[in-house]
């Protein structure tokens, strides 16, 4: 997974250190002046687009002399035009100030560095989306959901060598649903049992889904889904065995679409 990190001569030490902090997670990151290269190019936001078009990702270190500078406000315009082609997620912004966040960047997800940059930098590396990771979404404390979970759901999907992550409850002091936001964030695939109707449930879908995360939706038989969801190809199951049968069958067709692709 490669990441760009664009940044002001302000946060130059900042933007060094985060490139080590990536490697570090066996994630490629990776800055380079754009403006000198450039040079002499007929179309320079066709120029910015190319050179972007070669990352996964682009972490923006925004702040007030980023924001004033003309050249990275082109960069900023090229990766949004990244992420219309490309129809999902490429921008991952970083207030490093106090300095309002370009409206276009807004609603992203950010990270406020600002607010406590020493324990920050785990927060920007889990925003980068893992090529292996698969997010788990279902109710939590139903006995035949966690039984589902644990002897069929995470079992299958790593089989196929693919992290299964489930929050079962936070593992620190911030709340639940930022844990959960950036796990989604994070993962290209998003599994979201709909059994049991939680609001919570809903959201998450309906968030990954406003990413363009690849969503395998599944209910148990007999199961209600709300009226907007009912209307996507979903895992109808009975028994852990038609459940397993069905997840190998999804699993098999996703990784196949991504080696022809």
């Given at each position: 997974?490669s990441?760009?990190?664009?940044?002001?001569?302000?946060?130059?030490?900042?933007?060094?250190?985060?490139?080590?902090?990536?490697?570090?997670?066996?994630?490629?990151?990776?800055?380079?002046n754009?403006?000198?290269?450039?040079?002499g190019?007929?179309?320079?936001?066709?120029?910015?687009?190319?050179?972007?078009?070669?990352?996964?990702?682009?972490?923006?270190l925004?702040e007030?002399?980023?924001a004033?500078?003309?050249?990275l406000?082109?960069?900023?315009?090229?990766?949004?035009?990244v992420?219309?082609q490309?129809?999902?997620?490429?921008?991952i912004?970083?207030?490093?100030?106090?300095?309002?966040?370009?409206?276009?960047l807004?609603?992203?997800?950010?990270?406020?560095?600002f607010?406590?940059?020493?324990?920050?930098?785990e927060?920007?590396?889990?925003?980068?989306p893992?090529?292996?990771?698969v997010?788990?979404?279902?109710?939590?404390?139903?006995?035949?959901?966690?039984?589902?979970?644990?002897?069929?759901?995470?079992?299958t999907?790593?089989?196929?060598?693919?992290?299964?992550?489930?929050?079962?409850?936070?593992?620190?002091?911030?709340?639940?649903?930022?844990?959960?936001?950036?796990y989604?964030?994070?993962?290209?695939?998003v599994?979201?049992?709909?059994?049991?109707?939680?609001?919570?449930?809903?959201?998450?879908?309906?968030?990954?889904?406003?990413?363009?995360?690849?969503?395998?939706?599944?209910?148990?038989?007999?199961?209600?889904?709300?009226?907007?969801?009912?209307?996507?190809k979903?895992?109808?199951?009975?028994?852990p065995?038609?459940?397993?049968e069905?997840l190998?069958?999804?699993?098999?067709?996703?990784?196949?679409?991504?080696?022809?692709?």
């Amino acid at each position: 997974m490669s990441v760009f990190v664009s940044y002001s001569p302000n946060s130059t030490e900042l933007g060094k250190r985060l490139e080590r902090e990536l490697c570090a997670r066996n994630l490629e990151g990776m800055s380079y002046n754009l403006q000198s290269r450039a040079g002499g190019q007929p179309n320079t936001t066709e120029f910015l687009r190319r050179e972007l078009n070669k990352f996964d990702w682009a972490i923006v270190l925004w702040e007030k002399q980023y924001a004033e500078d003309t050249w990275l406000q082109e960069e900023v315009f090229a990766m949004q035009m990244v992420e219309q082609q490309r129809k999902k997620g490429f921008i991952i912004p970083v207030c490093v100030d106090e300095f309002p966040l370009h409206a276009k960047l807004r609603n992203k997800n950010e990270v406020l560095y600002f607010e406590n940059p020493t324990d920050r930098f785990e927060e920007i590396v889990a925003r980068v989306p893992r090529a292996d990771q698969v997010f788990v979404v279902m109710a939590i404390g139903d006995p035949e959901l966690d039984s589902a979970f644990h002897t069929v759901v995470q079992p299958t999907i790593e089989s196929f060598g693919l992290r299964v992550v489930r929050v079962d409850q936070p593992h620190d002091s911030e709340p639940i649903t930022n844990e959960i936001l950036r796990y989604i964030d994070s993962s290209p695939i998003v599994y979201c049992d709909l059994t049991n109707e939680r609001p919570n449930v809903y959201f998450e879908t309906g968030y990954a889904l406003a990413l363009n995360r690849n969503i395998i939706l599944a209910r148990r038989e007999g199961a209600k889904v709300h009226f907007d969801l009912d209307q996507r190809k979903a895992i109808i199951y009975d028994t852990p065995l038609d459940l397993r049968e069905k997840l190998i069958d999804r699993f098999e067709a996703i990784l196949s679409a991504k080696q022809a692709n």
